[in-house]
């Protein structure tokens, strides 16, 4: 009976047993979609909460939900098989999250309980899925078990914090739990490295992974895109609002020509596992940064108060940085950036910085040329070395 039970059903595919050339499946794809929400959620109520309790809410919330979707996207790729159990797991998460979701401006209003319980429910059903892969595969218990005691540890503490005598306390607790979540596995380090030598696994981020971040990124550029166009669909009665509705448009497309110029086809690498965790660290960063620019974009357009525009700044030189962090390392980068691209990309964000000083109605067509040089010269220079 067992046996039939799992040919109808299925089993989770054991952490040794690979996919070459993975592609990314239509599931897959469909879980992506409840993030177009959450993050157009973040930019709404980031308007509304303009304020350092407002930032901190917005980093809580993007580290809590990216952090399922990063554990979602390792256990489709190391686990997940073609069976009704995948499809029926995945789709539980997706209205999980999706529910989760609807809890957003409580949080920023400073209401958790409701957020803490929806949360929990979707933790518990890829804990769940990870449990059922060490039941079947005993040997991948060196890295899966640890995982989930600091998960069962991070829950107690996240649950428990509903009951905190004051919401100081709440928030310290439920920081502490956050902490818990998104570092087990890069503590876990150790562990990933005896349990990858001893069963043959290789070190990297298969091209699946890396274009499922790519599909992330484009889900955040597609929220920026979007709020421009919303301002202009209210208000475009001027020549004023097409010349900012044009440089905001070129500001999102010198991002994408940039970041996917830089990205495409990088294979990723390493020795030891903890190089692997800082990439997807980094590029976790690097989201957060393009959803806080979708902010300031459409911020910048609405409005001609000037610390949108330094936000702006501020953020478009961090994701410079994190790009540049992301392709220069031969920590994990197979072939990193050259060293003239290095140099041309800490130009950019050197003159992106400068801009703080210049009026924004000059300083915006001046990063707007930065990212458009520095994305066009790096495509150029791919195609001029296939």
């Known amino acids: 009976m067992t046996t039939n039970h799992r040919s109808w059903w299925g089993a989770p595919r054991t952490i040794t047993n ?140 996240f649950i428990g914090s509903i009951w905190a005598p004051s919401l100081a306390v709440q928030q310290g607790v439920v920081i502490l739990s956050l902490v818990i979540f998104i570092s087990t596995v890069m503590a876990e380090s150790g562990n990933f490295d005896r349990e990858f030598k001893l069963r043959d696994i290789p070190f990297e981020l298969n091209s699946a992974v890396l274009e499922r971040y790519g599909l992330f990124t484009m889900i955040v550029l597609g929220e920026s895109l979007a709020g421009i166009i919303e301002h202009m669909s209210e208000e475009h009665t001027h020549l004023t609002d097409y010349t900012h509705f044009v440089i905001a448009m070129v500001c999102i497309i010198g991002t994408w020509l940039l970041y ?67 392709t220069a390392p031969k920590l994990y980068n197979v072939t990193p950036i050259a060293s003239r691209q290095v140099t041309w990309l800490c130009v950019g964000i050197a003159g992106t910085l400068l801009m703080m000083w210049v009026p924004a109605a000059i300083g915006s067509v001046v990063i707007d040329l930065i990212l458009l040089t520095l994305g066009g010269w790096t495509w150029v220079r791919a195609e001029l070395i296939k």
């Open 18 to 157: 690979t996919i070459e050339n993975r592609k990314i499946s239509w599931l897959e794809l469909f879980s992506d979609l409840v993030y177009v929400v959450i993050i157009h959620s973040f930019v709404e109520n980031l308007s509304a909460h303009f304020n350092l309790y407002g930032f901190v809410t917005f980093w809580v919330l993007f580290l809590f939900f990216f952090n399922t979707w990063t554990n979602m996207v390792l256990y489709f790729d190391l686990h997940g098989e073609n069976n009704l159990r995948n499809v029926c797991f995945a789709l539980l998460q997706i209205v999980a999250v999706a529910i989760t979701a609807t809890f957003t401006p409580d949080v920023f209003a400073g209401h958790y309980t409701g957020f803490i319980l929806a949360y929990s429910f979707n933790q518990l059903i890829y804990m769940y899925l990870y449990l059922k892969t060490m039941i079947a595969d005993p040997l991948h218990a060196t890295t899966t078990r640890p995982f989930l005691i600091a998960y069962v540890i991070g829950e107690a503490l």
């Open 260 to 326: 996917y110029t830089l990205m495409d086809e990088r294979e990723i690498t390493a020795h030891r596992y903890w190089p692997i965790s800082l990439f997807r660290g980094v590029h976790r960063f690097l989201i957060a940064c393009l959803t806080l620019q979708s902010f300031f974009i459409a911020q910048t357009v609405e409005s001609s108060d000037p610390v949108y525009y330094r936000g702006l700044i501020i953020v478009t030189v961090l994701i410079l940085c994190a790009l540049l962090a992301l």
